[in-house]
């Protein structure tokens, strides 16, 4: 349902549920954010919970971040959020008795956060250890080069923590802007799950969000794939972590055939990249495959952790794989890609928060909510030759690749090589 001032809310009845989850999703994230202001969302997510202030007939209601936390937890409520490149949520999961009071405070959060300068200062030295913390991990590093890889400098290439030199300069002026600019009704969805009367969570909604300017933002272009190679040597690290991958189609497009073909590839002991790459060659310790579909772009991700001298064999076998695949899905394992993807389904449905997130992502970019059994029947139905066709058009496109941790001089180019190989 959509709210007067323009927010739309979900709410899942789960009358059997022990808790309840409420959640705010804001279509506003580092995607959005311009070169300048890179990182600035994920400051912003930090310094939502250091305080609000709240003008209302009774005065100004302002509370700390102490207090912030201590109303939560006085409920026994968790909260917290995060920040991804399409959007930031706010979060809590308590009492279902506590639905509505969830809902004022998560709008409180949301709506009319203080944003106090001098929290600013300290938080900033948090978020700049958890970038030297970032800086330093090979599989967060490799993923960063992946996406600069795959779309070179669009704003979705972009990382969510943003550059060390952002971080040391954001204002609050620059925080009370950025919010200003995105936190619009027609941005936001609000989600409640659990053992709730929908017309109850309506008029707490309605009240919680009254206040939530009106607008909505544009959405972001979707990329041009780049396609190109990159790699970082990291210093102490004796192990190699490998991200490559193609460009599939963005969540906007409403494609299900990505998501199966990963798992078909990759989910699972028993599937064709961890028997052939772990089990069979011993080529990694570690490996999976994923389909990461965004608002405005996507990959088809695969990646592997192993010994550096194993980086090039491993990318001859998957490519190999791949070529397999584009020629002949096996049914067998695309019924089992389907059953996985089927208890993944009922399992988010259980945890709440992620069936929300799926729900309201899917809505901000199609405008349009399937009913849980006519998603898995789409999912069900993609075909062992849709499989197959989907793979070869996979391989139209040169792949990304991103090599970390344990890089020796001239692997870029021995990768490179091996690609332009395999691709013939």
Request: charged content about 25%; aromatic content about 6%.
């Amino acid at each position: 349902m959509v709210l007067p001032g323009g927010v739309r809310l979900l709410v899942g009845c789960a009358p059997h549920a022990g808790t309840c989850s409420v959640a705010v999703f804001v279509r506003w994230g580092s995607a959005h954010e311009s070169a300048r202001t890179n990182g600035i969302g994920h400051v912003l997510e930090h310094m939502a919970f250091k305080g609000t202030a709240v003008e209302g007939p009774a005065g100004r209601r302002v509370r700390d971040a102490r207090q912030v936390n201590l109303e939560a937890e006085r409920l026994g409520a968790e909260v917290n959020a995060h920040t991804d490149k399409d959007h930031t949520a706010f979060y809590m999961r308590g009492l279902p008795q506590h639905a509505g009071r969830m809902l004022q405070m998560l709008a409180e959060i949301v709506l009319h956060p203080s944003l106090p300068a001098d929290e600013l200062e300290r938080e900033r030295q948090v978020l700049l250890q958890e970038f030297a913390e970032d800086e330093d991990d090979p599989v967060s590093t490799a993923f960063k080069l992946f996406d600069k890889a795959s779309f070179g400098l669009h704003p979705a290439a972009q990382p969510v923590m943003g550059t060390r030199r952002n971080l040391e300069h954001f204002t609050r002026d620059d925080l009370v802007a950025h919010r200003a600019a995105g936190y619009l009704a027609g941005n936001v969805v609000v989600g409640v799950v659990g053992a709730v009367r929908p017309e109850e969570m309506q008029r707490e909604a309605e009240r919680a969000f009254a206040a939530m300017p009106a607008g909505a933002v544009a959405p972001v272009d979707e990329p041009p794939w780049r396609g190109e190679a990159l790699t970082r040597a990291l210093e102490g690290s004796s192990q190699s972590h490998l991200v490559f991958g193609f460009p599939v189609p963005p969540r906007r497009a409403d494609d299900p055939v990505a998501t199966v073909a990963a798992a078909l590839l990759g989910e699972g002991m028993s599937s064709p990249l961890l028997d052939r790459v772990r089990e069979r060659r011993g080529l990694a310790y570690y490996t999976a495959c994923s389909a990461d579909v965004l608002d405005m772009c996507g990959q088809f991700v695969i990646e592997a952790s192993m010994a550096a001298d194993d980086a090039v064999p491993l990318l001859r076998e998957v490519m190999g794989l791949l070529h397999e695949h584009a020629r002949h899905a096996d049914p067998a394992d695309l019924e089992r890609a389907r059953q996985q993807l089927a208890v993944r389904s009922l399992r988010a449905q259980e945890r709440g928060l992620r069936w929300l997130e799926d729900l309201a992502l899917d809505w901000m970019a199609t405008r349009a909510l399937r009913p849980e059994a006519e998603r898995l029947a789409r999912l069900h139905a993609v075909s062992a030759a849709d499989v197959s066709a989907f793979f070869e058009r996979l391989l139209r496109h040169p792949p990304a690749l991103a090599l970390t941790g344990a890089v020796a001089r001239g692997m870029r180019d021995r990768l490179r090589k091996a690609l332009d190989a395999s691709l013939g």
